[in-house]
Protein backbone atom coordinates (compact mmCIF):
# COMPACT_ATOMS: atom_id res chain seq x y z
CA UNK A 1 0.00 0.00 0.00
CA UNK A 2 1.39 3.53 -0.96
CA UNK A 3 2.12 5.70 1.70
CA UNK A 4 0.49 9.13 1.14
CA UNK A 5 3.01 11.92 1.25
CA UNK A 6 6.29 9.91 0.72
CA UNK A 7 7.44 11.12 -2.75
CA UNK A 8 10.39 8.93 -3.13
CA UNK A 9 11.31 5.31 -2.40
CA UNK A 10 14.76 3.96 -2.81
CA UNK A 11 15.87 0.43 -3.01
CA UNK A 12 19.26 -0.87 -1.98
CA UNK A 13 19.92 -4.71 -2.66
CA UNK A 14 22.38 -6.00 -0.55
CA UNK A 15 24.73 -9.41 0.28
CA UNK A 16 26.99 -9.38 2.90
CA UNK A 17 27.43 -5.56 2.52
CA UNK A 18 28.38 -5.51 6.49
CA UNK A 19 31.47 -3.46 5.71
CA UNK A 20 30.37 -0.92 3.51
CA UNK A 21 26.52 -0.57 4.09
CA UNK A 22 26.56 1.91 7.35
CA UNK A 23 28.37 4.45 5.68
CA UNK A 24 26.65 3.94 2.19
CA UNK A 25 23.10 4.25 3.94
CA UNK A 26 24.17 7.57 5.86
CA UNK A 27 25.73 9.20 2.23
CA UNK A 28 22.28 8.00 0.98
CA UNK A 29 19.94 9.44 3.52
CA UNK A 30 22.38 13.02 2.93
CA UNK A 31 21.39 13.05 -0.88
CA UNK A 32 17.68 12.68 0.42
CA UNK A 33 18.00 15.53 2.61
CA UNK A 34 14.65 17.68 2.69
CA UNK A 35 13.03 14.87 0.77
CA UNK A 36 9.87 12.91 1.79
CA UNK A 37 11.43 9.45 1.15
CA UNK A 38 11.92 6.15 2.77
CA UNK A 39 15.27 3.73 2.08
CA UNK A 40 13.95 -0.11 1.28
CA UNK A 41 17.02 -2.27 1.99
CA UNK A 42 16.64 -5.95 0.23
CA UNK A 43 18.81 -8.91 1.97
CA UNK A 44 19.57 -11.53 -0.56
CA UNK A 45 20.52 -14.18 1.96
CA UNK A 46 23.34 -12.31 3.51
CA UNK A 47 25.69 -14.63 5.70
CA UNK A 48 27.39 -11.98 7.57
CA UNK A 49 26.26 -8.79 9.84
CA UNK A 50 24.43 -7.26 7.36
CA UNK A 51 20.84 -7.58 8.46
CA UNK A 52 22.45 -6.08 12.37
CA UNK A 53 23.59 -3.02 9.90
CA UNK A 54 20.39 -2.27 8.91
CA UNK A 55 18.34 -2.64 11.96
CA UNK A 56 21.39 -0.22 13.74
CA UNK A 57 20.58 2.13 11.15
CA UNK A 58 18.92 4.59 13.78
CA UNK A 59 21.43 7.47 13.36
CA UNK A 60 19.79 7.45 9.58
CA UNK A 61 17.57 10.85 9.09
CA UNK A 62 15.80 8.91 6.66
CA UNK A 63 13.39 5.80 7.53
CA UNK A 64 15.20 2.71 6.26
CA UNK A 65 13.11 -0.57 5.63
CA UNK A 66 14.58 -4.07 5.87
CA UNK A 67 12.78 -6.40 3.31
CA UNK A 68 14.26 -10.32 2.63
CA UNK A 69 14.69 -12.08 -0.38
CA UNK A 70 15.09 -16.04 0.03
CA UNK A 71 15.40 -15.96 -4.56
CA UNK A 72 19.20 -15.15 -5.15
CA UNK A 73 19.75 -12.93 -7.51
CA UNK A 74 20.10 -8.80 -7.78
CA UNK A 75 17.18 -8.89 -9.93
CA UNK A 76 15.19 -10.72 -7.60
CA UNK A 77 16.78 -8.64 -4.61
CA UNK A 78 15.55 -5.05 -6.52
CA UNK A 79 12.54 -6.53 -7.85
CA UNK A 80 11.22 -7.57 -3.80
CA UNK A 81 12.05 -3.69 -2.75
CA UNK A 82 10.42 -2.15 -5.86
CA UNK A 83 7.25 -4.08 -5.14
CA UNK A 84 7.26 -3.43 -1.35
CA UNK A 85 8.54 0.19 -1.94
CA UNK A 86 5.75 3.03 -0.94
CA UNK A 87 6.54 6.09 -2.66
CA UNK A 88 5.08 8.10 -5.29
CA UNK A 89 8.55 7.58 -7.41
CA UNK A 90 10.83 4.47 -7.05
CA UNK A 91 14.01 3.85 -7.69
CA UNK A 92 17.29 1.50 -7.01
CA UNK A 93 21.07 2.54 -6.16
CA UNK A 94 23.90 -0.10 -5.68
CA UNK A 95 24.87 -0.60 -2.08
CA UNK A 96 28.55 0.36 -3.01
CA UNK A 97 27.11 4.08 -4.10
CA UNK A 98 29.36 3.94 -7.16
CA UNK A 99 27.30 5.71 -8.96
CA UNK A 100 26.87 9.04 -7.15
CA UNK A 101 23.85 9.86 -5.16
CA UNK A 102 24.26 13.53 -5.82
CA UNK A 103 22.09 13.09 -8.89
CA UNK A 104 18.96 12.36 -7.14
CA UNK A 105 17.93 15.67 -6.61
CA UNK A 106 18.00 15.81 -10.66
CA UNK A 107 16.46 12.84 -11.25
CA UNK A 108 13.16 13.83 -9.07
CA UNK A 109 12.76 16.65 -11.01
CA UNK A 110 12.66 15.15 -14.13
CA UNK A 111 10.06 12.98 -12.91
CA UNK A 112 8.20 15.17 -11.63
CA UNK A 113 7.99 17.25 -14.80
CA UNK A 114 6.77 13.68 -16.49
CA UNK A 115 9.37 11.37 -17.27
CA UNK A 116 8.55 8.00 -16.24
CA UNK A 117 11.91 6.02 -15.95
CA UNK A 118 15.12 7.94 -15.38
CA UNK A 119 18.15 5.79 -16.36
CA UNK A 120 21.90 6.76 -14.91
CA UNK A 121 24.36 6.69 -18.20
CA UNK A 122 27.92 6.31 -17.90
CA UNK A 123 27.67 6.37 -21.80
CA UNK A 124 26.32 9.70 -21.58
CA UNK A 125 28.77 12.65 -22.74
CA UNK A 126 29.22 14.44 -19.07
CA UNK A 127 29.35 11.49 -17.05
CA UNK A 128 32.76 11.31 -15.47
CA UNK A 129 33.47 8.07 -15.01
CA UNK A 130 36.49 6.45 -13.35
CA UNK A 131 36.86 2.67 -13.96
CA UNK A 132 39.97 -0.16 -12.91
CA UNK A 133 38.46 -2.62 -14.87
CA UNK A 134 40.40 -5.67 -16.34
CA UNK A 135 40.81 -5.79 -20.14
CA UNK A 136 38.56 -9.07 -19.54
CA UNK A 137 36.15 -6.98 -18.44
CA UNK A 138 36.01 -4.14 -21.02
CA UNK A 139 35.85 -6.74 -23.87
CA UNK A 140 32.70 -8.54 -22.00
CA UNK A 141 31.24 -5.49 -21.68
CA UNK A 142 31.97 -4.15 -25.23
CA UNK A 143 30.22 -7.55 -26.78
CA UNK A 144 27.47 -7.37 -23.91
CA UNK A 145 26.61 -3.79 -24.97
CA UNK A 146 26.11 -5.31 -28.75
CA UNK A 147 23.87 -8.17 -27.66
CA UNK A 148 21.66 -5.45 -25.72
CA UNK A 149 21.14 -3.19 -28.27
CA UNK A 150 18.28 -5.08 -30.71
CA UNK A 151 16.56 -5.41 -27.33
CA UNK A 152 16.52 -1.74 -25.68
CA UNK A 153 17.44 0.38 -28.85
CA UNK A 154 18.50 3.33 -27.90
CA UNK A 155 19.79 3.11 -24.40
CA UNK A 156 23.39 3.77 -23.85
CA UNK A 157 23.92 2.28 -20.71
CA UNK A 158 22.06 -0.52 -19.03
CA UNK A 159 23.75 -1.86 -16.56
CA UNK A 160 24.53 1.22 -14.06
CA UNK A 161 22.76 0.36 -11.00
CA UNK A 162 21.19 4.27 -10.80
CA UNK A 163 17.39 3.33 -11.93
CA UNK A 164 13.94 5.85 -11.34
CA UNK A 165 10.70 5.27 -12.27
CA UNK A 166 7.23 6.86 -11.08
CA UNK A 167 5.03 3.91 -9.15
CA UNK A 168 3.14 2.76 -11.85
CA UNK A 169 5.84 2.23 -14.26
CA UNK A 170 7.75 0.59 -11.52
CA UNK A 171 5.24 -2.09 -10.82
CA UNK A 172 4.51 -2.62 -14.06
CA UNK A 173 7.69 -3.42 -15.52
CA UNK A 174 8.87 -5.61 -12.24
CA UNK A 175 5.94 -7.43 -11.79
CA UNK A 176 6.40 -9.55 -14.66
CA UNK A 177 10.06 -9.74 -14.14
CA UNK A 178 11.34 -12.99 -15.19
CA UNK A 179 15.26 -11.94 -15.06
CA UNK A 180 16.79 -12.68 -11.17
CA UNK A 181 20.31 -12.41 -12.33
CA UNK A 182 22.54 -9.40 -13.10
CA UNK A 183 20.65 -8.79 -16.95
CA UNK A 184 17.54 -8.01 -15.19
CA UNK A 185 17.86 -4.47 -16.09
CA UNK A 186 17.43 -5.41 -19.79
CA UNK A 187 14.17 -6.72 -19.24
CA UNK A 188 13.11 -4.22 -17.28
CA UNK A 189 13.78 -1.10 -19.67
CA UNK A 190 12.74 -3.58 -22.50
CA UNK A 191 9.02 -3.38 -20.65
CA UNK A 192 9.05 0.07 -20.20
CA UNK A 193 9.80 0.63 -23.81
CA UNK A 194 7.16 -1.98 -24.91
CA UNK A 195 4.64 0.10 -22.59
CA UNK A 196 5.60 3.61 -24.67
CA UNK A 197 7.28 5.21 -21.04
CA UNK A 198 9.04 8.09 -21.49
CA UNK A 199 12.81 7.15 -20.47
CA UNK A 200 15.74 9.71 -20.25
CA UNK A 201 19.90 8.82 -19.48
CA UNK A 202 21.10 11.27 -17.07
CA UNK A 203 24.83 11.79 -16.61
CA UNK A 204 26.52 10.12 -13.22
CA UNK A 205 29.75 10.78 -11.33
CA UNK A 206 30.63 6.82 -11.18
CA UNK A 207 33.62 5.69 -9.40
CA UNK A 208 34.64 1.91 -9.50
CA UNK A 209 34.46 0.49 -5.97
CA UNK A 210 36.35 -2.48 -4.97
CA UNK A 211 34.62 -5.38 -3.89
CA UNK A 212 31.48 -6.01 -6.10
CA UNK A 213 30.03 -9.46 -6.39
CA UNK A 214 29.69 -9.18 -10.48
CA UNK A 215 32.12 -11.84 -11.49
CA UNK A 216 33.15 -11.75 -15.13
CA UNK A 217 33.69 -15.41 -16.08
CA UNK A 218 30.49 -16.68 -13.75
CA UNK A 219 28.66 -13.98 -14.23
CA UNK A 220 29.30 -13.25 -17.37
CA UNK A 221 28.19 -15.58 -19.31
CA UNK A 222 25.44 -16.20 -17.79
CA UNK A 223 24.05 -12.65 -18.30
CA UNK A 224 24.56 -13.61 -22.21
CA UNK A 225 22.12 -16.57 -21.80
CA UNK A 226 19.82 -14.40 -20.16
CA UNK A 227 19.56 -12.57 -23.05
CA UNK A 228 18.55 -14.93 -25.34
CA UNK A 229 16.11 -15.60 -22.17
CA UNK A 230 14.61 -12.11 -22.69
CA UNK A 231 14.13 -12.21 -26.00
CA UNK A 232 12.10 -15.10 -25.89
CA UNK A 233 10.17 -14.38 -23.18
CA UNK A 234 9.22 -11.05 -24.59
CA UNK A 235 9.05 -12.49 -28.11
CA UNK A 236 5.91 -14.81 -26.45
CA UNK A 237 4.05 -12.17 -24.84
CA UNK A 238 1.41 -10.12 -26.51
CA UNK A 239 2.98 -5.80 -26.72
CA UNK A 240 0.79 -4.21 -23.87
CA UNK A 241 -1.90 -1.82 -24.80
CA UNK A 242 -1.66 0.26 -21.34
CA UNK A 243 0.22 3.53 -21.83
CA UNK A 244 1.41 4.71 -18.12
CA UNK A 245 -0.04 8.99 -17.54
CA UNK A 246 3.34 11.06 -17.38
CA UNK A 247 2.89 12.63 -13.97
CA UNK A 248 2.64 15.85 -15.69
CA UNK A 249 -0.64 15.11 -17.39
CA UNK A 250 -2.70 13.64 -14.10
CA UNK A 251 -5.13 15.12 -12.89
Not at 114 to 133: C, K, L, Q, T
Not at 157 to 166: A, L, N, P, R
Request: glycine share 10%; with cysteine.
Amino acid sequence: MRHVGLELSVVVPVYNEERRLGASLLGLAMALNGTAAEIVVVDNASTDGTVDVVRESSRVAVPVRLVHCPDRGKGAAVRAGVLAARGRYVGFCDADLAAGVDAVPGVLRRLRRGVDVVVGSRAHPRSDVRARHSVLRHVGAWAFRRAVSPIVPGIGDTQCGFKFFTADVARAVFEPLRTAGFSFDVEVLARAQRLGAVIEEVPVRWIDVPGSTFAPLRHGLRSFTDLRRVRAVLAGEPRPAWRPTPIAEAA
